[in-house]
């Protein structure tokens, strides 16, 4: 038997390992001191992976980290991190400061009789991905979507059929990042009549 | 070589032929790989490619970045999530950890940050044939050539940092003990290891 088990592990190929990577900042958590966000990085790891989070932040782990540095490069090191800190904080602010005033539309548009598309307008100010959100909604309602360019030079996706509702529904369970009071639903049947008054008055 | 932000771009299918030709090299490049080269590109696998900014290129499948291409570079490098799923088939070399943070903000790699007391040098030493690797210390088994591709590990971490291309051998950084020894490289934390591959 003993004999057969040692065999065996001879023969195992080594496999592919598998590495955790930080839910904050994308890194291996033994780098994310090296980022802006250690707080929340520490959060994230001492939540989702405990034992990791006591091999690098217990007080023995890093009392080894800056043994090695001399006084000179720990003092290097903690302004860097302040610095870093400080630049991520402000690039925080800012992102949430877009956010807040970004609106993304979703419009029914009236094709002809009884015909509608829906038009999903803003996507991008919220980090998405214009071509993959599209294939998401396509399949999910089983109907046409895709991304088309608008006049305006900026893509939007329109999905076949009056789907405004669920887009919505649909948007803010899986892209929590958007607050419910940034998506509006407009209507755009006037559209042919307001187009026309456009193009009286520009003409 | 990455510092700045990747934007995504389309993939395309890579024909098969042109997939077994970076098969080929990368099995040329990286003999070590021999062993798992069924388990990162298996056979029927089809391999896609993304453009990067200036010419450069970046190998995918299923969703997982794996090597990436830069025209003026011969060898194919790898994504460091690769090299984190199979560290010991890439020659490496360590760097101390006052390093670190200056390769994580895409410096050029100086040699004193490998031949301070936490770096780590190839050791050469005599080893069976295909039995290349880093000793318990983390230094490899032989001397790294200018032009080879290297991985760069990181006193006190298990995982590597960043990968790039040699411009100086290993023997000559010894010797000197100073200049630089990397200077395009792919690290933690830069435009392509950001980049959404899926
Ligand atoms: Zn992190």
Known sequence: ?203 | MFKKEIPPAPKSKLKSSVQRGIRQSILETYPLLARHIEEIIPKKASLEQMKLPDRAALYILDGEPLFWEHDDFEPLLPHLKLVHRFPEAFPSIRIDRGAIRFVLSGATLMAPGLTSPGGRLPAPRDVPEGGEGADEEGRWSRELKKGEPVVVMAEGKVEACAVGVLVEGTAEIKEKGKGPVMEECHYLGDGLWMLSTD
């Not at chain 1, 990577?21 to 790891?45: A, H, I, M, N, R």
């Not at chain 1, 999905?159 to 887009?167: A, L, P, R, Y």
Request: net charge neutral; hydrophobic share 35%.
């Open chain 1, 1 to 203: 038997m003993m004999a057969e088990t040692q065999r065996q592990e001879i023969v195992t190929e080594p496999q592919s390992r598998r590495v955790t990577y930080c839910g904050v900042c994308s890194l291996p958590p033994e780098y994310c001191e090296y980022g802006g966000t250690v707080k929340k990085c520490q959060d994230w790891l001492q939540k989702n992976e405990p034992a990791l989070y006591d091999t690098i932040w217990s007080p023995e782990a890093l009392e080894a980290a800056t043994a090695s540095l001399s006084v000179e490069a720990q003092k290097r090191a903690a302004k860097d991190a302040q610095k870093k800190a400080a630049k991520a904080q402000a690039a925080e602010a800012k992102q949430a400061d877009k956010l807040a005033n970004s609106h993304i539309v979703i419009k029914r548009i009236e094709r002809n009789k009884k015909k509608f598309v829906t038009a999903v307008i803003g996507l991008e100010a919220f980090g998405l991905e214009l071509k993959k959100v599209a294939k998401d909604l396509g399949k999910k309602f089983a109907t046409g979507s895709s991304v088309t360019k608008t006049p305006s030079g900026g893509e939007e996706i329109v999905v076949q059929g009056d789907v405004s509702d669920e887009i919505e529904e649909f948007l803010l369970e899986k892209y929590k990042e958007i607050p419910e009071d940034n998506i509006e639903l407009v209507d755009d049947k006037k559209k042919k009549k307001a187009a026309a008054a456009a193009a009286g008055a520009a003409g």
